[in-house]
């Protein structure tokens, strides 16, 4: 398991080059690994509009839930600031749909992280 997670954490950090945020320069990644032992990863894609931005983390989950994977063990969380970030309120409600038993990786460098219980970073969720 080990090996996988770091294999989510460089995918994670990888994937912030790919986000696009001319506004906030704030760049974020992130990889989720599946059930199956599949990644997806992610990166928050910005919009001139502010509200029409979308976070990493979702776009992750989007990728794996349209491709027929939406049983999530981890996802790895990294920033362009070399510093961990919290996911926002939306991400974790969107997460918590599909794996309560969610881990996730919040990535300061590919040596350095945290790993939380997602019901730990959302206590009072809204699940049917
Ligand atoms: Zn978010």
């Known amino acids: 398991m080990d090996d996988l997670i770091n294999e989510l954490i460089k995918s994670a950090t990888e994937a912030l080059k790919k986000s696009y945020s001319p506004y906030s320069k704030f760049k ?7 059930k199956n032992n599949k ?11 502010y509200s029409l931005t979308i976070c990493a983390e979702r776009v992750a989950g989007v990728k794996a839930i349209s ?4 049983k999530f063990k981890y996802i790895a ?4 600031r070399n510093e961990i970030a919290f ?5 974790l409600q969107f997460l918590i749909e599909f794996s309560q038993n ?6 300061k460098t590919e040596k350095k992280y945290k790993i939380f ?4 970073l959302l206590p009072k969720n809204f699940t049917l």
């Open 67 to 70: 491709s027929g994977e939406s």
């Open 117 to 120: 219980d997602l019901k730990e």
């Open 87 to 91: 996911p926002c309120g939306a991400c």
């Open 102 to 107: 969610l881990k996730v990786i919040l990535v």
């Open 39 to 49: 990644i997806f990863t992610g990166a928050n894609v910005e919009n001139a509009s």
């Open 28 to 34: 974020v990644g992130a990889a989720i690994l599946t």
């Open 77 to 80: 969380i990294a920033t362009n």
